[in-house]
Nanobody, 127 residues
Framework: QVQLVESGGDLVQAEDSLRLSCAAS????????RGWFRQAPGKEREFVAA????????YYADSVKGRFTISRDNAKNTVYLQMNSLRPEDTAVYYC????????????????????WGHGTQVTVSS
């Protein structure tokens, strides 16, 4: 059974940093893209960042570009999201996702590209 488990969420102040982790089990995901999405209260889930199977291609939402960095360790089946210069508007539940089958690379910015999802980790940024 495939499981994605996020960790690293916390309550922090503006300009602080956090690193989220997402460990996958029950499968090997080195051949599949991975992504991070977030959902703030009263808002729809939105794309944050995605990384290709090899890690050579990365995509970011405009709102986090230059502040967040996605990376992966295929040996550990884990993907990371380094978040710097956090803002109150970054407050949300952050979800990691994994492809279940290889699709077009450009598709990995969309939630529909992903088969597996974690339960989320809360990030709260106070001003």
């Amino acid at each position: 059974q495939v499981q994605l488990v996020e960790s690293g969420g916390d309550l922090v102040q503006a300009e602080d940093s956090l690193r989220l982790s997402c460990a996958a089990s029950g499968g090997t995901f080195s051949s599949y893209a991975r992504g991070w999405f977030r959902q703030a209260p009263g808002k729809e889930r939105e794309f944050v960042a995605a990384i290709s199977r090899s890690g050579g291609v990365k995509y970011y939402a405009d709102s986090v570009k230059g502040r967040f960095t996605i990376s992966r360790d295929n040996a550990k089946n884990t993907v990371y999201l380094q978040m710097n210069s956090l803002r109150p508007e970054d407050t949300a539940v952050y979800y990691c996702a994994a492809e279940g089958q290889q699709g077009p690379l450009s598709w990995i910015v969309a939630s529909g590209a992903y088969t597996y999802w974690g339960h989320g980790t809360q990030v709260t940024v106070s001003s």
